[in-house]
């Protein structure tokens, strides 16, 4: 069966310091990848999406990066952090080519201080 | 452009009520059509999705939803809500266009004991 990892579940960062966020998936191959990031009250962002290594598509301009280096591996990262920058993080994957269900991971909660 | 409308931020239930969450989607063709639940801190779990065939979709924890095609609606309901009912619930809809899901902003449902 499938699964997905998401670590860490939470962080604590000081502002200007790197972040380095990592998603794998197990038990499938090709799948899309997903960067969400989630608000109070204002549902999923879609911040960064994959279709196959090396490929990443940003959905919104900002200050964080995303990088596909192995197939099941997706990574978040960010140079110098931001306080806005905090928020609650969730990786995700669904089957290559269909617009199916996707599978989350457990979340990360970033605060930048 | 797509949009996922859920009009109510907040639902406050009795337990053992009846539950309907509202969703409407501005979309051209036939959507795909997902409910997630997400539990304070945690990923999104798939309730239930819709294709094609019966627009009445039965999902995991007692859950259902209807597609109404006339009213752009997929509206999720259950009709006894217990207190680990409580959590966000997300609508989606799934683009045959780009694979990509397009997230409502969320109902938060509280139980009242």
């Known amino acids: 069966s499938q699964t997905i990892h998401q670590w860490p579940a939470t962080l604590v960062q000081p502002v200007g310091s790197p972040l380095s966020l990592e998603c794998t998936v197990e038990?499938?191959?090709?799948?899309?990848l997903y960067w969400y990031r989630q608000a109070a009250g204002r549902g999923l962002q879609l911040l960064f999406y994959?279709?196959?290594?090396?490929?990443i598509s940003s959905e919104v301009p900002q200050n964080l990066s995303a990088s596909r280096p192995q197939d099941r591996q997706f990574i978040l990262s960010s140079k110098k952090l931001l306080l806005s920058d905090s928020g609650f993080y969730l990786c995700?994957?669904?089957?290559?080519?269909?617009?199916?269900?996707?599978?989350f991971g457990q979340g990360t909660r970033l605060t930048v201080v | 452009a797509q949009s996922v409308t859920q009009p109510d931020i907040h639902i406050t239930v009795s337990e053992g009520a009846s539950l309907e969450l509202r969703c409407n989607y501005s979309y051209g063709a036939t959507p795909y059509l997902f409910w997630y639940v997400q539990s304070p801190g945690q990923g999104l779990q798939l309730l239930l999705k819709y294709f094609s065939g019966d627009t009445l979709v039965q999902g995991i924890k007692g859950f259902e939803a209807e597609f109404k095609r006339s009213q752009s609606s997929f509206n999720l309901r259950k009709p006894s809500v217990h207190w680990s009912d409580a959590a966000e619930y997300f609508c989606a809809v799934g683009l045959d266009s780009n694979y990509q899901l397009i997230w409502g902003a969320g109902t938060k449902l509280i139980i009242k004991p």
């Open positions: 994959s279709v196959g290594i090396g490929q």
């Open positions: 995700a994957w669904s089957v290559l080519g269909r617009p199916d269900e996707a599978f």
């Open positions: 038990g499938t191959s090709n799948p899309n």
